[in-house]
C-alpha cells in the first residue's frame, strides 16, 4: 500500500497503488469526514492481462457515503466492484476485486 499526497489549497492529490491478495471486500482507501467532503477517483487495475479503467465520485453527508462509476472501459473482464461506507468519522473506500490478486492504482482528488 503507497501513498504520495500533494496538498493544493482546499484541495488534495493522491497517488494511491494496493495489491490485492482475496476476491474478498477490501478498504483500498480512507479519509476522514471532518477534513473532506468529496473525492474523485481514476482508477486503473490489472489481473494477468485484463486491464480495467474506471472513475469514481464520492460524496459524504457525514453519516452516508454516495458514489457514482463512469467512464468505465475494459479489455475483458470487469476486474471489480466499488462500493464506500462511514464508519466512525472516516469515509472508506472499498472494492470487491474479481480476481484475488489485482493490482489497482489509484488517483484521488479530495476537496472540503
Do not use: C
Amino acid at each position: 500500500y503507497v501513498i504520495n499526497n500533494i496538498g493544493i489549497g482546499n484541495s488534495s492529490v493522491n497517488s494511491i497503488s494496493i495489491i490485492t491478495s482475496s476476491a474478498t471486500d477490501q478498504i483500498i482507501d480512507t479519509f476522514t469526514t471532518s477534513t473532506w467532503r468529496s473525492a474523485n477517483y481514476v482508477v486503473t487495475m490489472t489481473s494477468g492481462t485484463d486491464y480495467h479503467t474506471t472513475q469514481v465520485t464520492l460524496i459524504h453527508d457525514g453519516t452516508n457515503a454516495y458514489i457514482t462509476e463512469y467512464g468505465t472501459v475494459s479489455t475483458a473482464n470487469n476486474l471489480g466492484i466499488f462500493g464506500a461506507v462511514v464508519v466512525s468519522g472516516s469515509v472508506r473506500f472499498n472494492v470487491i476485486p474479481t480476481f484475488a490478486t489485482t493490482t489497482i492504482n489509484m488517483v484521488r482528488t479530495t476537496n472540503k
